[in-house]
Antibody
Framework: QVQVVESGGGLVKPGGSLRLSCATS????????MIWIRQAPGKGLEWVSY????????YYADSVKGRVTISRDNAEKSLYLQMNSLRAEDTAVYYC????????????WGQGTTVTVSS | QSALTQPASVSGSPGQSITISCTGT?????????FSWYQQHPGKAPKLMLY???NRPSGVSNRFSGSKSDNTASLTISGLQADDEGDYYC??????????FGGGTKLTVL
């Protein structure tokens, strides 16, 4: 069964850090680009970052650039998102998703992990 | 990274057809077909409905179809059903290798 499962969310104070993880199964992880997308409460979807299958191509949204780092471990079939200098506006459900192909959309989504930034 | 423009809401009766538009900038679209569409039910993860404007992943009903004209992609749902109700988001892989989403459209089945 193809699936991705996010973890690592929680409550953190402004300026704090958090590392999100995404464990995958049921497909050859190393063949796929992976992506993080977030959704603030009551708001729409927002792209955060994506990484190529080999980890050598990485892009970030302007809203998080310089504060987050995406990475992957193909041996562990896992995706990560290190988030630093967190702000209230980073509060959201963070989804990990598999990219069908570059530019072709995201075909496998997790249920998300909730990050709340509040003092 | 300009957001895509979608109508905030659309509605239709069971059996009818509806269309949701999604407009990007010419610089972001660049003449390519990298539009995709997602359906999201409350409290659930999004689901890919169409990619490359009009291609359906396995398992998606053929009641869902897509088209594109210039910088605007459109999602059409024919034979509306109650379960089609939810939020729909378009997405674009831009010429700058970034990803942008539309603000979302709430579909109400009357």
């Amino acid at each position: 069964q193809v699936q991705v499962v996010e973890s690592g969310g929680g409550l953190v104070k402004p300026g704090g850090s958090l590392r999100l993880s995404c464990a995958t199964s049921g497909f050859t992880f190393s063949d796929y680009y992976m992506i993080w997308i977030r959704q603030a409460p009551g708001k729409g979807l927002e792209w955060v970052s994506y990484i190529s299958s080999g980890g050598d191509v990485i892009y970030y949204a302007d809203s998080v650039k310089g504060r987050v780092t995406i990475s992957r471990d193909n041996a562990e079939k896992s995706l990560y998102l290190q988030m630093n200098s967190l702000r209230a506006e980073d509060t959201a459900v963070y989804y990990c998703a598999r990219c069908l192909l570059v530019g072709k959309g995201m075909d496998v989504w997790g249920q998300g992990t909730t990050v709340t930034v509040s003092s | 990274q300009s957001a895509l423009t979608q109508p905030a809401s659309v509605s239709g009766s069971p059996g009818q057809s509806i269309t949701i538009s999604c407009t990007g900038t010419s610089s972001d679209v660049g003449g390519y077909n990298y539009f995709s569409w997602y359906q999201q039910h409350p409290g659930k993860a999004p689901k890919l409905m169409l990619y490359d404007v009009g291609n359906r992943p396995s398992g998606v009903s053929n009641r869902f179809s897509g088209s594109k004209s210039d910088n605007t992609a459109s999602l059409t749902i024919s034979g509306l059903q109650a379960d089609d109700e939810g939020d729909y988001y378009c997405s674009l892989y831009t010429t700058g290798n970034t990803v942008v989403f539309g603000g979302g459209t709430k579909l109400t089945v009357l």
